[in-house]
């Protein structure tokens, strides 16, 4: 009898510690939220000719870098063009359809981009626009059906979504035709103001500064690139926090730039190209980029943050590039531009905080 009572006693030990655990796990779990970031994405394009379509019909096209961006709660990047399977042409004014970049993944590439990890995506970009509103359209529905949140059009400016007990809202900007315009500040701001009323944490995304290497470096003016206002990256992001934001991310110059911190929130002012397929210059600075993960608290700080350095091969499929060449370029250009130096990178690519 002795013996049962024990034995007993010790199972419920076991089951009460048990339980005990899985609350612990799950309040420490809520206290964060880890959070992965990425640049622009277009995983092939079947205009002008499907010969533009990655191999495998696309199904390899996280392959390499999957594991890295699964286990999230949010895992973000920026959808460069549209996603629709039909065969219609574009509204770009072009004399040579080989030589006119208007991007337009097939249908059935969305479950790609799920099936990878991502569950947050902007759409405010200059490609947004490169088959009409049927383009948008087709996009915004193939988005809706898997459950991947997006904003970033004047129809659908805004998103709001919860991701384990954290109320989420997120916006993004960017110069262009039928986006949420990234000049105009006082929209912006009051957009992220109201987010700010109704949700925890508040993710802005744009798609602004010049294009190309020699739009690597962050300055405090307007950038201008074919004649395009293309916005005040820096002044805009700090305008977004001062607004409310607590996460601030940015893409669109095809190349990396520097990561910044201020009032305790991480800004990426261009993530670079992550995986584009097909169409793009991917020589150089142009090929590597960052996966970012990290970490916020319930106030939106950041907490603790590594970068994964990737490069693509071929023709823009991203790995992992052992050699850190994105990691290294990041600590270049976090040294001599004009930011807040208390986030720095170590050589691991790990997150260094010096909150002042």
Known sequence: MKYYLNLFLLLSFFQLNAQLNLI???????????????????????????????????????????????????????????????????????????KCYAFKMPDHYVNHFKDAGFNLLSIANNHINDFDTKGIINTIELLKKVNINFAGTLDYP?????????????????????????????????????LKQRVDIVIVSFHGGGEGIKFEQITNKTE???????????????????????????????????????????????????????????????????????????????VSGKI?????IEDGIPVLDKNKKVINKLQTLMNNDLINKSLKINDDGLFEINKQ
Not at 56 to 72: A, H, P, T, W, Y
Not at 163 to 172: D, E, P, R, S, T
Not at 243 to 263: L, N, Q, S
């Open 308 to 312: 994964i350095s990737i490069m693509q």
């Open 24 to 98: 612990d796990f799950n309040e420490n779990k809520s206290d964060f939220l880890n959070i992965t970031a990425v640049g622009d994405m277009m995983i092939g394009t079947n205009y002008p000719s499907k010969s533009y379509l990655p191999p495998n019909d696309g199904k390899d096209i996280f392959k390499n870098v999957s594991r890295f961006l699964k286990n999230s709660d949010i895992t973000f990047g920026n959808l460069e063009g549209v996603i629709l399977s039909e065969n219609i042409p574009t509204t770009k004014i072009c004399n040579d359809p080989k």
């Open 158 to 194: 805004t998103a709001e979504f919860k991701v384990n007990g954290w109320n989420i809202g997120f916006c993004a900007f960017s110069p262009n035709r039928g986006t949420v315009s990234l000049n105009n500040t006082m929209e912006a701001v009051a957009i992220v103001k109201s």
């Open 224 to 302: 201008y690139y074919l004649g395009e206002n293309r916005g005040n990256p820096y002044q805009f992001s700090k305008n977004m926090i001062d607004a409310g934001a607590d996460v601030v991310f940015g893409h669109g110059p095809h190349v990396t730039r520097a990561i910044d911190m201020y009032k305790g929130k991480i800004i990426t002012y261009s993530m670079g190209n992550f995986a584009t397929y097909g169409r793009f210059d991917l020589s150089g600075a142009k090929g590597i980029a960052p996966i970012i993960k990290f970490k916020i608290n319930k106030k939106g700080d950041l």
